[in-house]
């Protein structure tokens, strides 16, 4: 089993930035790709960005391409999310998720575990 918590999230005004945390304990080995995804209330879960442990591969949504970066420290087995130039529509829970699979999903069900989330509140 992996245990994932996430933190850093908060509220912060349009234009600003937040910086989320997501530290990854027990079989993290068993981990090959992590990512992040977002819930806004009444919608559905939809892709961040996402990573491969090894090599650092990065993959992202179209609206948050240039805005947010995903990076990971291997040695603290804790994957980030960098959010700058934030707007209203970016508030949401964001979750962290790792996938066992080879290869970067945008899919919420190719991921086999998820932290607790965090809440992103952007006022406008």
């Known amino acids: 089993q992996v245990q994932l918590v996430e933190s850093g999230g908060g509220l912060v005004q349009a234009g600003g930035s937040l910086r989320l945390s997501c530290a990854a304990s027990?079989?993290?080995?068993?981990?090959?790709?992590m990512g992040w995804f977002r819930q806004a209330p009444g919608k559905e879960r939809d892709f961040v960005a996402a990573?491969?442990?090894?090599?650092?591969?990065?993959y992202y949504s179209e609206s948050v391409k240039g805005r947010f970066t995903i990076s990971r420290d291997n040695a603290k087995n804790t994957v980030y999310l960098q959010m700058n130039s934030l707007k209203p529509e970016d508030t949401a829970v964001y979750y962290c998720?790792?996938?066992?699979?080879?290869?970067?999903?945008?899919?919420?069900?190719?991921?086999?575990?998820w932290g607790q989330g965090t809440q992103v509140t952007v006022s406008s």
């Open positions: 027990g079989r993290t080995f068993s981990t090959n790709s």
């Open positions: 990573i491969i442990w090894r090599g650092g591969s990065t």
């Open positions: 998720a790792g996938a066992l699979h080879y290869g970067a999903s945008a899919v919420p069900g190719s991921y086999d575990y």
